[in-house]
């Protein structure tokens, strides 16, 4: 997740939130073990997963991965690092049917070909998948049909969400928040960010598009000015998130429901 203060920085304009009433969909059981196969069109399953130091995890990174998490140390950010590409690891060879070791994710950019930087793949997967993280919890979101964008992000009683808002919501969003009562904005923010967020991510643009262009307001993510958004509709989804989270899908398929899934830690 790039997170609101990084939309400060890329932001060129007024930006935008919007009058969001976000309400969680159904989940389902979790579950765990054995392979899966991918989501029917319209269901996704989302994994969630508690961020903490798992040194049995280590094994499940790549070589520049190891690197990167041993140059880290032993602070937080490492047993992000950690948490989010074993993770990764361990779910997508949950349905592709091979051991962690085995996964290969992809990350180039579709849009300017940097090698790095691109929304996560698996070559010639019959699924489509997101990753978002905070301090505290990763989430990996799963679909068996068309394309997915996931965000998950936490309230920050430290977060200048006025500021932030007029940086990053459409005009008739920020209209919108400004009507609200002060006590109200914080979440209202927040609800409108991960949905631009989950659109930003399942279109590849991430935060070269001006989240200020990104009209979320609807049930569907629109940016009629942004080059190279995609013409086919954006659905977005709310979903429900652990407490003082809020989380957002964007999928080019309607995702109608939701199904919560675990790892055995």
């Known amino acids: 997740m790039s997170g609101p203060e990084a939309a400060r920085r890329a932001a060129a304009g007024p930006l935008v939130p919007t009058p969001l009433a976000a309400s969680p969909l159904e989940t389902g ?3 765990a ?6 989501p029917v069109a319209g269901t996704c399953e989302v994994w969630l997963v508690p961020v903490r130091r798992r040194a049995a995890w280590a094994g499940l990174l790549g070589a520049e991965e190891r690197e990167r998490w041993q140059v880290l140390g032993g602070g937080a950010a490492a047993d992000t690092l950690l948490t989010s590409r074993a993770a990764q690891r361990l779910v997508v060879g949950r349905y592709l049917g091979v051991p962690p070791a085995e996964v290969a994710v992809e990350r180039g950019c579709a849009l300017c070909g940097a090698p790095r930087h ?8 019959a699924f489509d998948f997101s990753v978002s993280h905070t301090r505290e919890w990763l989430l990996i979101a799963v679909v068996g049909s068309g394309l997915i964008g996931a965000d998950l992000d936490q309230l920050d009683a430290d977060r200048d969400a006025d500021g932030l808002a007029a940086l990053t919501l459409t005009p008739a969003e920020r209209a919108a928040y400004d009507r609200l009562p002060p006590g109200a904005r914080p979440e209202a923010f927040l609800d409108a960010w ?3 967020e989950a659109a930003m991510k399942l279109t590849g643009h991430g ?6 262009a990104i009209d979320v307001s609807t ?9 190279d958004w995609p013409r086919a509709p954006l659905h977005l989804t709310p979903l429900a998130a652990p407490p003082a989270h809020r989380a957002a899908l964007a999928t080019t398929v309607p995702v109608t429901h939701v199904r919560r899934r675990t790892l055995p830690e």
């Open 118 to 125: 691109g929304r996560p793949r698996v070559a010639d997967a």
């Open 219 to 227: 049930a569907l993510a629109t940016a009629p000015t942004v080059r």
């Open 194 to 196: 991960v949905r631009k």
């Open 33 to 38: 073990g054995g392979a899966l196969a991918p």
């Open 29 to 31: 059981p979790v579950a």
């Open 207 to 212: 935060l070269s598009a001006p989240p200020a």
